[in-house]
């Protein structure tokens, strides 16, 4: 059956990879709009090889109704590339506005952002800016884009300036992102939703198994070099072993060497470490064998929007945080709600007084405390039902 597809959904992301699955695909298949959604995504070639993550994608595309169209992601020649995949995003505008009367685009973070923008020159439509974090600040903060080159950093921000001011409703991941829009950017409050990076309730479950059966169990998720620091990871991790017997797990594919190098510069036991490989679809079975999910964001203007995917995964499985300060909405919730531990001094002094925390978080009813607390508030249920009050306020407009 057809439906009228009155939202178009742009994604730069791949929606046959585990970003795009966990945080695009799942949020608009839960949505109540999902019929009336148009996805764009852009697609690696090499993606379409693997059959069996094809038929489950689409399995949840056509389950719930959505239309998807992609491109081919390029990155050979980098700007042109961009610039190109701008143009192709402007140009699908313009036929599928035409063709569906489309009502609303929602594009998330900003190459996607840049297109909407543009294209809002020439056609009338409701904008959704899925802005994330703070993106630019981001690539050069992580040190992906030279920072030497400060010149592209001031005309990609007047960029981000001008997305922000013709977006007709935000999304960002923190309060204080919100904050810094209002007062910074002059944006309008009421306009900006907080929607911080939710998982699927569904797939992360609490379980009673361990990883190590005889130490403390901590784990860290995901790319490290980029936007965490290993250097206070392992760090902590030393002198946490001092006191408590305590093995930890690189869930990571990308970075094994840079990860190994680094546990041998801080003399880390062979045997107390290990760096594993584990597809997106089978992390939910490793990470609640573990005691405490860890990570040390690095520091930075970023970090008043971020909210990594990890802490809905880690606390929907029962699992706590340890971490530093990152933004005052985040602290905020870990220390009101007692979902973890925040450490900033990585010294002697500081372990031990966090020793009593550790072996409080410990006791099997944290777990369910912990998990109850993600499913109000970092679920997809959460997520969609958020989502949801926007589409129907541009919608029924």
């Not at 040190?143 to 030497?148: D, P, T, V």
């Amino acid at each position: 059956m057809s439906y009228p597809k009155k939202i178009i959904y742009i994604t730069y992301d791949s929606v046959l990879e585990p970003l795009g699955q966990s945080q695009v695909l799942k949020y608009i298949s839960k949505s109540n709009y999902n019929k009336n959604i148009l996805l764009l995504s852009f697609e690696k070639e090499k993606n379409f090889f693997n059959k069996k993550n094809l038929k489950y994608t689409k399995d949840i595309i056509n389950d719930a109704n959505i239309k998807w169209e992609y491109f081919f992601y390029s990155n050979k020649f980098w700007i042109l590339s961009k610039i190109i995949d701008v143009l192709k995003i402007i140009f699908f505008i313009f036929k599928k506005k035409i063709k569906h009367k489309v009502k609303v685009i929602h594009a998330r973070s900003y190459l996607p952002g840049f297109a909407v923008y543009i294209s809002k020159f020439f056609i009338n439509t409701k904008f959704i800016f899925d802005m994330r974090g703070f993106w630019i600040d981001e690539r050069f903060e992580w040190s992906i884009w030279s920072n030497k080159n400060i010149f592209n950093f001031k005309i990609l921000k007047q960029i981000e300036k001008k997305i922000i001011k013709s977006s007709t409703k935000i999304v960002v991941l923190s309060k204080d992102a919100k904050e810094i829009l209002t007062n910074k950017f002059k944006y309008d409050l009421k306009n900006i939703s907080v929607i911080p990076t939710c998982a699927d309730e569904n797939q992360f479950n609490i379980s009673k198994k361990k990883y190590w059966r005889n130490e403390l169990n901590i784990c860290h998720l995901g790319t490290i070099g980029t936007r965490y620091n290993i250097d206070l990871t392992l760090k902590f991790y030393k002198l946490l072993n001092k006191h408590i017997k305590t093995k930890i797990l690189f869930i990571n594919d990308k970075e094994k060497t840079f990860i190994k190098n680094n546990c041998e510069k801080y003399r880390i036991n062979k045997t107390n470490y290990e760096i594993k490989n584990i597809k997106y679809y089978d992390v939910h079975n490793t990470i609640n064998n573990f005691d405490f999910s860890v990570f040390f964001p690095k520091k930075g203007y970023f970090i008043n929007g971020f909210f990594p995917t990890k802490i809905a995964e880690s606390l929907l499985s029962g699992v706590p945080i340890i971490t530093s300060k990152i933004n005052n909405d985040l602290d905020k919730r870990i220390s009101k709600n007692n979902i973890g531990i925040q450490i900033d001094q990585i010294n002697e002094e500081n372990i031990i007084r966090i020793m009593d925390n550790i072996n409080n978080f410990k006791k099997n009813n944290y777990k369910i405390k912990l998990r109850d607390y993600a499913l109000k508030n970092l679920s997809l249920v959460f997520a969609k039902s958020k989502y949801d009050i926007i589409y129907n306020l541009l919608l029924e407009k």
